[in-house]
C-alpha cells in the first residue's frame, strides 16, 4: 500500500513508493535525473534527491547515520524497501560488494592520493597509474573521490 506524507515547507507529499506529487492536484512529479544517476525532484526552485526524501520521511535513523543505500544497487528504485541509512564506510563497502566501485579503483585513487602526498610529482603519478593529468588533479584536490581521500587523511592524521 502507498503512503504519502507531505513535505514540511513545500505544497508536495513523498511516498513510500518513492513518488513526489503535488499536495494539491495529486499530480506526480516526474522528476530528472542526475549525471550521478540519481532521481531529483525541483521542489520550491530547489532541488531535492528522492531517495533521501524517502529516507528522511519513512526511515528511523537511530544512530544518526549520513548517507542513503539502495540495497539492491539501482539509484531509480527508491521504494522504502529498498533503502537504508549507512555510514560513508558502509556505502562503499556495499558499493564495492555489489561490483557497483571496483575495488582496484578504489586502490588506484589511494596510491596516487597517498603518493601524491609523498612528494611524488605528478607527471611521473600520470606515468605510473595510466591515468589522466586531470584524473590526478581531480584526485589531489579532492574534486573527486573525496570520501576516500578524506579517509586516508584521517588515519594519516592518526
Given at each position: ?7 514540511e ?7 513510500n ?18 549525471e ?26 537511530l544512530?544518526?547515520?549520513?548517507e ?19 555510514t560513508?564506510?558502509?556505502?562503499i ?18 596510491g ?32 573527486r573521490?573525496k ?6 587523511d584521517?588515519?594519516?592524521i592518526?
Amino acid at each position: 500500500m502507498e503512503i504519502w506524507k507531505p513535505i514540511e515547507g513545500h505544497n508536495y507529499e513523498i511516498s513510500n513508493h518513492g513518488r513526489v506529487r503535488n499536495k494539491d492536484n495529486k499530480v506526480i512529479v516526474r522528476g530528472e535525473v542526475t549525471e550521478k544517476g540519481y532521481l531529483r525532484v525541483l521542489m520550491n526552485k530547489k532541488h531535492y534527491k528522492v531517495h533521501r526524501l524517502v529516507g528522511l520521511f519513512f526511515i528511523p535513523n537511530l544512530d544518526n547515520k549520513s548517507e542513503i543505500n539502495h540495497k539492491d544497487g539501482n539509484k531509480l528504485n527508491n521504494h522504502v524497501d529498498n533503502l537504508e541509512w549507512v555510514t560513508s564506510d558502509e556505502n562503499i563497502t556495499h558499493a564495492v560488494k555489489q561490483g557497483l566501485i571496483l575495488s582496484t579503483d578504489n586502490r588506484i585513487v589511494m596510491g596516487i592520493y597517498l603518493d601524491f602526498n609523498k612528494g611524488i610529482n605528478k607527471h611521473e603519478l600520470i606515468k605510473k597509474y595510466n591515468v589522466s593529468r586531470q584524473m590526478i588533479d581531480n584526485i589531489v584536490s579532492k574534486r573527486r573521490h573525496k570520501k576516500i581521500t578524506d579517509k586516508l587523511d584521517q588515519k594519516i592524521i592518526s
